[in-house]
T-cell receptor, first 116, second 113 residues
Framework: SAVISQKPSRDICQRGTSLTIQCQVD?????MFWYRQQPGQSLTLIAT?????????ESGFVIDKFPISRPNLTFSTLTVSNMSPEDSSIYLC?????????????FGPGTRLTVL | AQSVAQPEDQVNVAEGNPLTVKCTYS??????LFWYVQYPNRGLQFLLK??????LVKGSYGFEAEFNKSQTSFHLKKPSALVSDSALYFC???????????FGAGTRLFVKA
């Protein structure tokens, strides 16, 4: 299994500010993923982050709003920029790790963000 | 494009009764299928997965799921529900060789004592 930690675990922020969420993995991984889970809803993939290249964003998500860094194989950050109440969600970091012929996916504990 | 459908927003079961949480999927090619559970104010926990082989997959906490290729379904089951099973359950799918996991909308399970 993979041990994934996220900071902060939760935060309450004011409209118009930005928050950077950190994700640390206990070993090197190629692919890291950022998901959003809005209140009472499912997980939506925001972007895929590979080390050494720009993140790939899913439809509906843009780099200006959700800039991502991936400086090495164990760490990534997601910034939620110019926040509005609609950004209130749980943000989850996830990684793939090879398990035989299959890549198993592990999730961090999440960052619960409330925007006032 | 791959997709997952969980047709029930909520499932209510009495403790001790069997439970089923439904999931259907759509992928081009062979799927990898997963069930995750999320308890209140806790992270996402892996329950079980189907990659290949036996259509009946056994997972954590006494849960199992049956892969049915002809019906493109992967329903989650448990023979005897516990109150502690009450949580939000997500079905997810990934295409073979792919790296994106797509999640269903989730089904909230309530088990009454």
């Amino acid at each position: 299994s993979a041990v994934i930690s996220q900071k902060p675990s939760r935060d309450i922020c004011q409209r118009g500010t930005s928050l950077t969420i950190q994700c640390q993995v206990d070993s090197q991984v190629t692919m890291m993923f950022w998901y959003r889970q809005q209140p009472g809803q499912s997980l939506t993939l925001i972007a895929t982050a590979n080390q050494g290249s720009e993140a790939t964003y899913e439809s509906g998500f843009v780099i200006d709003k959700f800039p991502i860094s991936r400086p090495n194989l164990t760490f990534s950050t997601l910034t939620v920029s110019n926040m509005s109440p609609e950004d209130s969600s749980i943000y989850l970091c996830s990684v793939d790790r090879a398990s035989g012929t299959y890549n198993e996916q592990f999730f961090g504990p999440g960052t619960r963000l409330t925007v006032l | 494009a791959q997709s997952v459908a969980q047709p029930e927003d909520q499932v209510n079961v009495a403790e001790g009764n069997p439970l089923t949480v439904k999931c259907t999927y759509s992928v081009s090619g062979n799927p990898y299928l997963f069930w995750y559970v999320q308890y209140p104010n806790r992270g996402l926990q892996f329950l079980l997965k189907y990659i290949t082989g036996d259509n009946l997959v056994k997972g954590s906490y006494g849960f199992e799921a049956e892969f049915n290729k002809s019906q493109t379904s992967f329903h989650l089951k448990k023979p005897s529900a516990l109150v502690s099973d009450s949580a939000l359950y997500f079905c997810a799918v990934r295409e073979t060789g792919g790296f994106k996991t797509i999640f269903g909308a989730g089904t909230r399970l309530f088990v009454k004592a």
